[in-house]
């Protein structure tokens, strides 16, 4: 960030959707619960949780931090923020990455959504975003579409979807 380290946009990005949408803010509270997680951004991480008074607690990364991360970079930021870019595309294509339970996933997953939601309808937030994208190395948009399975099923995927009866029939509907 240019006027500021990642600890010190994390608490502001928290206080502005408190300040713009306290609904938001309680829900982001409430997915995060008492989950500690490292974020990391580029070559910067933090160490991020809410204690129990609600209050967001961001210190640096040091040592083996929590067993719940995840990293990104900030071009995949501006393509999400800029609408080029899905999370889940951005997850399997690896430009996210996400360690911890289904639980942990889950929740920063949804924390994200919350936020981008956010970011498009509050000035602070917008503002935010574009003190982000000004640091952001200019890169050519990125629209790509990852595909959750292969384009083609293989013979030995069709005999065993045959099988388990799981073909779907001519309408479209799993036969059987």
């Given amino acids: 960030m240019p006027d500021r380290g990642l600890a010190a946009f994390v608490a502001a990005l928290v206080a502005g959707l408190d300040a713009g949408e306290p609904g938001a803010g309680a829900r982001v509270r409430r997915l995060a619960g008492a989950r500690e997680a490292r974020i990391g951004l580029d070559d910067e991480a933090v160490d991020v949780r809410f204690d129990d008074a609600g209050l967001l607690r961001v210190t640096s990364a040091a040592g083996p931090g929590p067993a719940c991360w995840g990293r990104t970079d900030r071009g995949t930021v501006v393509d999400l923020l800029e609408a080029r870019l899905e999370v889940r595309d951005a997850v399997l294509s690896g430009r996210i990455e ?27 937030l917008q503002a935010l975003a574009d003190e982000l ?40 509907g799993v036969a059987g």
């Fill in 98 to 124: 996400v360690v911890g339970t289904v639980d942990e996933v889950a929740a920063i997953f949804a924390l994200v959504e919350v936020l981008i939601a956010s970011s498009v309808r509050l000035p602070t």
């Fill in 133 to 172: 994208l000004a640091g952001a190395p200019m890169a050519p948009p990125t629209a790509t579409r990852v595909a959750w399975y292969p384009a083609e099923t293989g013979p030995d995927e069709i005999v065993l979807l045959g099988e388990l009866d799981l073909l779907a029939d001519e309408l479209g």
